[in-house]
Each structure stands twice: as structure tokens, then as C-alpha cells.
């Protein structure tokens, strides 16, 4: 039987996030792996590797909320916005006591609007930006949302500044080192960066590369191995009734009266997990109704649309 599941690695400074992928391939001798949300070279941590069949999932699990240990270094702007790009700006003039630092990193929080770095994998005109810039050119980016959870500072040395931040998917560290010097007056740039969480999946219980070949060797792969299951256990869950199993587990469309549960936190929109009687889980899917709506909700109306069957995963 093919090796399923998700495995968490801790992302060593210098490689890519593909490079750790062609690494675990090696190792595995699988070919079918894919990593859930793409680091830097120069960054460490998180970096869950989907392994078989549980690249299906790899683009749900991309979706969680990341959490990060940033160092910041005032007075030098860069053109990639971070430590390996041409410095565009420098000062010595660093005047940022705590209190105005502080100040600067609160009004970062909620929901904020980022222009994408011009070294960057996101695509212009089916393009990657990266490979624009590397030839010298530059095009207009439109700015995108996402949302800073928290944002606790945590030293200040100077010119270096350290802070955990919570965000959304798709938030750019690099981009937000650059905002924050650009509010203190200063410049600044992402010196540092550390993915302490992706998701369920903890920095602390992550394997480094190491680590996962004398697992290997040792024949105890099984034992590190996360279940789809377990690896989408973020996303709220759903329960069906035993009669409507079968027609979840095929994909079908879900009615209010199918159901057992419906977590009154689940918003219109939400990706959830579906769940058989026996909380084997069945399919994902995204919810019609929020969940304070669902009790006023019509037996016969579909509140719950397939995006991806799992039965069997």
C-alpha cells in the first residue's frame, strides 16, 4: 500500500522549499510529495510535506493561519525587501524608542492591505514576478488583503527588532518588515524569519531532515506519519446522519435534515470537514449557511456544497 499522510519538517536555512520536497522524496523513495506553503530560502521551520495520496489536500492545508518569529533590521531598505537584496536605502539615523515602536506594531493588526514584493512567486499575466524583476522590469501590482491576528513585540536591540506575528494566509513578512519601517521613518527590512506554526502543525513536533532519514533507516516512518484526517483537524467539522453517509462520501450536496451538527462559529463560505456517524471522515465541503443560521434553515435546502471527497483517506 502507498505511503499516506502529512509530514512535519522543520525547513534548514539554504534550501528551498522544493529542495526539502527533493530531499524527502529521496528518502521516501516516493515521488508523489508536495510541500503546503512555500519559504524562503534563507527562512526556517514549518513546512508540512503531503506524501501520497495526501497531496489532495496539500491546497486546504495552505490555507491555515501561519504564525512567525520575525527579526527586523531598521535603517537599510532592499530590493527584495529582505537581507539577500541590493540595498536601496541606508540610514544610521535610527531614532525608535519601545513605546513608538510598539505604537507602529499595534496599528498593523486587523485587516491590512499588502502590495506583493516584485521578487515575489506571485504571477503577473501568467508570469512569475521574480522572473520580471530579475530581467529588470517592473509592473504595477495590485495591492491584496489579508489579516494580521496578533502582533507581539519582543525585543528591541538596535538596528534589530524582534516580534511573533499571527496572519492569514498569503501575508508577505518581507512586505511587512518594509510597511513597518516605512511607518517608523526609517526603513526597514526581514532579517530573520522562523515559521513557528502552519496550521495544527507546531514548530516543536517538526522533523528536521536528519531526523526523518533515521527514521527511515529505522523502518518507523509509520509513527510520524499524520493522517489526512488529523492534518485537516482545524477546520471545524459537520456530522451526518448514518443514512446520509453514503451520499457524502460520494460527493453529494448535503440538506439541513442530513445533519447531526452544524458548529454555530462556521461562517457562510467556511470550508468544513464532513463526518460520518462514526466521525470517519468523509469529504470536505463548503458551508451555505453560517452556523447561527442552520436551526431557521429548511430540511431540504443543500447548506453544505462537496469540494473534495476523502472517504477512505
Request: with cysteine; proline share 4%; hydrophobic share 40%.
Amino acid at each position: 500500500m502507498e505511503l499516506t499522510g502529512v509530514l512535519n519538517i522543520n525547513k534548514p536555512e539554504g534550501m528551498t522549499s522544493h529542495d526539502v520536497v527533493d530531499v524527502a522524496r529521496r528518502l521516501l523513495k516516493i515521488r508523489r510529495i508536495g510541500h503546503t506553503g512555500t519559504l524562503d530560502p534563507r527562512a526556517t521551520g514549518v513546512l508540512p510535506l503531503c506524501v501520497g495520496r495526501a497531496t489532495r489536500i496539500a491546497q486546504f492545508l495552505t490555507q491555515a493561519d501561519k504564525e512567525y518569529l520575525i527579526t527586523m533590521r531598521l535603517g537599510i531598505t532592499t530590493d527584495t525587501l529582505d537581507a539577500d537584496g541590493k540595498v536601496q536605502s541606508r540610514t544610521d539615523d535610527i531614532a525608535v524608542d519601545p513605546v513608538r515602536l510598539q505604537e507602529v506594531l499595534k496599528s498593523f493588526v486587523g485587516e491590512i492591505q499588502q502590495v506583493p514584493p516584485l521578487f515575489s512567486a506571485k504571477k503577473h499575466r501568467g508570469e512569475r514576478l521574480y522572473r520580471l524583476a530579475r530581467r529588470g522590469e517592473s509592473v504595477e501590482r495590485e495591492p491584496i488583503r489579508v489579516k494580521i491576528h496578533e502582533l507581539t513585540f519582543l525585543s528591541l536591540d538596535l538596528p534589530f527588532v524582534r516580534f511573533r506575528v499571527t496572519c492569514s494566509k498569503g501575508t508577505y513578512a518581507r512586505t511587512l518588515c518594509d510597511d513597518i519601517g516605512r511607518a517608523l521613518g526609517c526603513g526597514a527590512h526581514l532579517y530573520a524569519l522562523t515559521r513557528i506554526r502552519s496550521g495544527r502543525f507546531l514548530i516543536e513536533d517538526a522533523l528536521t531532515l536528519e531526523e526523518l532519514g533515521r527514521i527511515v533507516e529505522e523502518g518507523r516512518i509509520g509513527e510520524v506519519m499524520i493522517s489526512v484526517g488529523e492534518a485537516l483537524a482545524h477546520l471545524p467539522a459537520v456530522r451526518v446522519h448514518p443514512e446520509s453517509t453514503r451520499s457524502a462520501a460520494q460527493g453529494g450536496g448535503v440538506v439541513a435534515a442530513a445533519l447531526l451538527s452544524f458548529p454555530p462559529e462556521v461562517k457562510k463560505g467556511d470550508l468544513v470537514r464532513v463526518l460520518g456517524y462514526r466521525r470517519q471522515l468523509l469529504s470536505l465541503a463548503e458551508a451555505t449557511v453560517a452556523g447561527q443560521e442552520f436551526a431557521a434553515a429548511d430540511s431540504r435546502r443543500v447548506v453544505l456544497k462537496p469540494v473534495r471527497v476523502l472517504a477512505g483517506q
